[in-house]
């Protein structure tokens, strides 16, 4: 279905991702995780095209995404839907017309100037809000919603365009645990409700841990890791993060159930 | 998550809900485009018929004025050397009435602006008198004050200085206080935790923060005050505005003294301009530019 | 000529604020908007250069003004105006006076003493204000009238009524200003600046003197715009001359004082204006 | 580092540092030395004059009304201000005169006034002056010694100063002013029906059906002129508001011009910025005395001048505004497939919205106070009605009105400016 | 020593801390936790004087504290040193000014106006961001610091305060684990070598655990708990922090040893 192959990409003398290659054969939830710099923006950019490959293919169901030119190429962001870190809607429209923006490729640009959406899509909009809880904000402009429900707006604005594989840019890095919580669980009911394929970058191991079905790690651009998270274990971890023995970080975990957190979080893992 | 369960109907009571108020909205746009339109044309037409000439027939002549001026002006282009040495000194006066009044205005703005600051004022309840007393020092065009000040203490160029200074009061202090309630309480909470006093947490605590802000105002009030001196010049209260309000009413005769200050006027204003544009984007880094209020 | 005017406009200049001189020439834009039948407005520019631009750039028609800003206008395009009448004095002369005068506490008695001290001009448009003097004054005393050749100073206070303020406060030693001359030095003369100057109590005539005084300077001219239709010419015209009979208290609230009324003149009257105006350009 | 390097740099450093904070403040007073010795502002408290200034502020909010009597006739003219419009029709007066063969008038505190061929000051405190003007002089007599500072006299001419009037006399005319608190006649000149009426009274007539008449006395009012200066005031705002948003129309589509991401034209963009900026240097001082040779006097050559240089100012600041948008903002819209127009419209338009309307309606309430100047210049507002009463420098109760009326006028604009800036840009939440 | 006597404080109708009571009698290090809101902040704040308590008192060795005013507050001010969470600091400034603002109080204003400070301050400014280990940084300006150094510059100005106590509001909230970590252990230096009471806000159960002596529980402006960092059970937690068993904050733990991260936590506490 999703084919990288050899997809490299320098920045002036800098490779941020080098020769990254991997299959999705059927629709999956994929975390990609690894420190800062190491290259996931720049990996899911390539795929939506907001950021042009050096060199390598990247193709989708048979299709050469890397070599699309014009409107092909806008028609393929519109069928591969980026949900971003700091969410990236207009923030001094309303959450509708936000939504409204993923049917942009769809209309034609005249009516769209002027915001003449057909009733049908304003409808559909709502019926998504909706479905991510946050219908009662539908008036609102953006601006005026918490993070966790801007994030939302943004995912709907992603169901929207009604895309193959919809890519998110650690969705929860700007967000508090319990709006973590709320988009991440979203993320994973579109996957198995609708069964399309979510990539998300995560800087969390737990967050990839307990929704993904597959993850790939990432360090100084080339992919280190590939596999089930059941796989991930400590020491791989810590190759992935470059951390070095010494260094604890139960000194600042929040959890509660310090006593007996282990066993939890492997039954979260088992559950999926 | 509750609010995931869907009534149908509440939702389409949302959408139409949404649709209606969008309707009313566009609508409500509409109307105010019109009203505006309507005015602006009425409001030209009404300055047209109160105007000695009208627009259509003066925009024909509107190099006259300039063709005459220039024209004399290369007649005589030998003798323009020894005019712009000639009026040197009153433009180095027209900036002195500007840096002068600049500093004074940014001096006792800064003032000002602390203590018109909620959070910072060390007298809560002079916060709104002294809001109202900048609010008329704004409000004051410089020439009213210039020319009442020139009856009194007679032309020259203090009462231009004292004119623009208290003006530039006015229109600093509020941009300083604008500057204040975007810095950070952190700093003077920081410092209020250690025992300082008033003075301290504001020249410790505040001016550090906004001072590059302060600055790049104080430099754009510089680059306005040049041309308010240049103006007040023009009604007696010294400078080059004066030599060109002179030779300029002349006129026919003296049409190349006035081109020649026109040029080292025009040529300070864009100098001072570029160099303050310059300094601003060096102090605000590649941010945003200030709005720019007079 | 034969094209027709939609609009006739007067402008007007004169110590006095723009609000009482609207009022005062009310009386002559209702009489030349009957006898034309096209709307007439009075415009009061801020400075003698107002009406000289207006007249020169065609948005002004007629106008009362001094006779070196009517040279100004006629240096610049000798083709605009042409002067129709002039101002006449009470006693039946045409013309005024520039007088020099100076505070009696400062010790000046005569341009002699002005040397070294502060010299006050009013507008550089201005006859008695400034052309007359700066060509009489330097023949009297030997020197120009540049900065610190004779004078320590020379500036252009703005107007009239400036000059006698500043020459009343100190801020210039003497000053030039116009007078008719007639009547009484104690009441400001009858006709003059020096006379609203008393007479609103701004100075007190007691304090100060007459110091020097030009001779006399062609009366005011009327000016009225070349480009004017004939019929439109002939009837302003017509309007005016006889207006010290017709209307004798609009005749003086146009010029601004007692006047008998207003008389033909010709550009011939102010050939000498016209070169000392020269004689004072680049 | 090494700890005792450490401590010296750093004792170092801060004895740096106290040097600059201390040379910030020299060179300002340096520099304000200077300022004071070139600007001569010592030889200021030998030229300012206290008089002046006494005068402009009691004038400000008094009146004065003057009785005057025509020394060779014998006739009295009683008028406020001194002025034809202020004139109190013959026979009548305020009851501080009494008016018959011989008229006397009560300045009060026991100053009185006699007229007549022998004209008479009663001053109390020091005696009793008198005057029998005729062509040789005035002729006056004095109580013996010498004439104290009040007193300001010649043998054609005598003034005298006191607290509670001025009065002089020479050989034509002989003259007392009477200074009362006020703006007299501000409401109604005395030829009115309507002088000297109470609120209650005029709200009977306003009642009886007279409103309009009643509005139309107070409107064309001759001393204080409401509906000229009412249209002054139109004629000022008038300008500001054509002006800045005639500015802000023509600046838009040069803005994009002029800004690095929208324009890639270096040549074109170069050629766009020099002409803001001339514009800008020209400033609206010059186009004012330029256009007036092409339009004359009036609001409309007040607007063109504010609207050419405003033209140069929002080029610059729209352009610089254009070159900051966010790029999140368009990347969310691109990464939805939308096409470059919808890019501009979603992505670039909602953000520019706010700061242009911000930026114009500032320049709304600044302009305003241009445009009072630009009046002054050219002839136009109330900004020409200002300049000539201060040049008069008598009137200054009109001045003092005319300043009030514009203080006001900047501060409602600046009120409007602020309240439609909030409504506009923090209110219209769909942002359509 | 300190007492804080039935200490309130109300925002309009909303009671941030109600009659908080409770003793210290000697020196010892203290953890405050609670959840947001629970009125931790106001309760250290009015400690040191920048907010007012309502009503009650507080008062050291025998000082109504509460009562006083002027000079003598800003006196009390300097011997209770704060530290917040985000540092506060004058960002522009170089870190041995900021460091030597603890000295305000004892100095002339027109002197700190004019950066006169006496040598032998500056020199022991060095002293201590040597003892802290950030001396190297002494002449940048504090904005140039990460935040973990940052925060060790405010602390380095609580200590030149040389307070009798050290107030710290959350100190480690804005910072990555690896500089929370340093900067408890300096706090925790500074009361085991210079015998200062140190009372810190902390939002995780962990920290508290770890470095302090004695615990204090806030909820809704009430103190619920108040005893030895062992007697805070996972019930006790859950009280305090009104979570309920369904929510689980390890979806975001930042945690690389998930496997076995238990009996490690449980070896820190006991190593105290
Ligand atoms: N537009 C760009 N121009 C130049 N270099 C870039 C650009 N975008 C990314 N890089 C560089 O490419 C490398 C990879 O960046 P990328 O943003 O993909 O990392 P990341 O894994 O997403 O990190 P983070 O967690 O910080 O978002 C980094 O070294 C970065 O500096
Ligand atoms: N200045 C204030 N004005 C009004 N209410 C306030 C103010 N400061 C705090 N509060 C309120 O008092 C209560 C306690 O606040 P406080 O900041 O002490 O809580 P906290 O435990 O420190 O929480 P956090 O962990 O969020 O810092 C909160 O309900 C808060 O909204
Ligand atoms: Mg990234
Ligand atoms: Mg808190
Ligand atoms: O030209 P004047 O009327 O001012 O002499």
Redesign the interface.
Known sequence: MLRFDKVTKTFGGNTAVDAASFTVDKPMMIGIIGRSGAGKSTLLRML?R?TDASSGVISFDGLDVTALRGAA???????C??I?Q?????????V??NVL??T??RRS?VS??F?LYP?ED??RA??IL????I??H????AEALSGGQQQRV?IA?ALM?DPRIILADEP?ASLD??N???V??SLRDIHEQDGRTVIANLH????A??YCDRVIGMRDGRIVFDGLPEHL??AT??EI?G?DAS????????????????P???A?VAAQ | MADKIVNVDQTATVGDAYLAQIKKKRLMNFIMLVVFLALLVSGFYTADSRNAGGFWDGIGNIFDFPAAMFGEAIDRAPLMPGYLVEYFPSLIETINIAAASTLIGALLGLVMSLLVTRGFAPVPWLVNPLRRVLDILRAIPEIVIALVLIFMLGGGPVPAMIAIALHSIGALGKLFSEVNENASLKPVEGLASVGANWMQRMWLGVIPQVAPNYLSYALLRFEINIRASAILGFVGAGGIGYDLRNTMSWGVGKYDEAAAIFILLFLTIVAVDQLSGLMRNRLTNGAATPQVTS | DGHVIDEFRIGILGGENAQDRMNSNECLRSTIEDALGVPTRLFAPADYNGVIQGLLGGTIDLSLMGPSSYAAVYVADETAVTPILVKVNVDGSTGYYSVGFARIDSGVASLEDMQGKVFGFGDPNSTSGYLIPSVEIPDLIGASMDNGDYFGEVKFTGGHEQTIVAVNNGDVDGGVTWTDGQGNWEDGYTFGALRKAVDSGLIDMNDIQEIWRSKLIPGEPVVLRNALPDDVRATVTEIIDTLGETDPECATALAGGEVSGFDPITHDAYTSIVAARLAQSN | MITATLHSATVAQFSRKKRITFAVPLVIIAYFAYIFVSFDVAGLSERINVDNARTLVSDSYSYKTHVAQDNRDGSIAISVEGERKGEYPQGTGPDWVSLGDITVVDLGEGHIITFGPQVSYDIPGYGLVTARPDGTGVNAEFPDGDLPDFINASANRVMITTDVGRFTITRARAEVFKYSLGWELFFFTLDSPYYGLGPAELAAKVFSGKASAVWQEFWTNKMWRHGDVFWALFETLLMAFLGTFGAAIVALPLAFLAARNFNPLGSLRFAARRLFDFLRGVDGLIWTIVLSRAFGPGPLTGSLAILLTDTGTFGKLFSEALENVDDKQIEGVASTGAKPVQRYRFGVFPQMMPVLLSQVLYYLESNTRSATIIGAITGGGIGLLLTQAIATQKDWEEVTYYIVLIILLVMAMDTLSGWLRRKLIKGDEGGH
Request: aromatic share 6%.
């Open positions: 939506n907001l190429k806008r028609s393929w962001q519109s069928q839907a980026m971003f700091q969410f990236n809607l207009v923030p001094r429209m309303d509708v017309s923006h993923g942009l490729n640009t769209t100037m915001n009733d304003i409808h709502i019926n909706e479905r991510l809880g219908a009662e539908a008036p609102k402009r943004a604005r365009q929860i645990p319990m973590a919580q709320v991440m669980q969390t191991l737990d967050t841990r307990r274990t400590t971890a810590r993060y951390a260094f604890s970080e139960a000194t600042t975990s929040t959890q509660i159930e310090t006593t007996d957190p282990a939890r979080v492997l979260d």
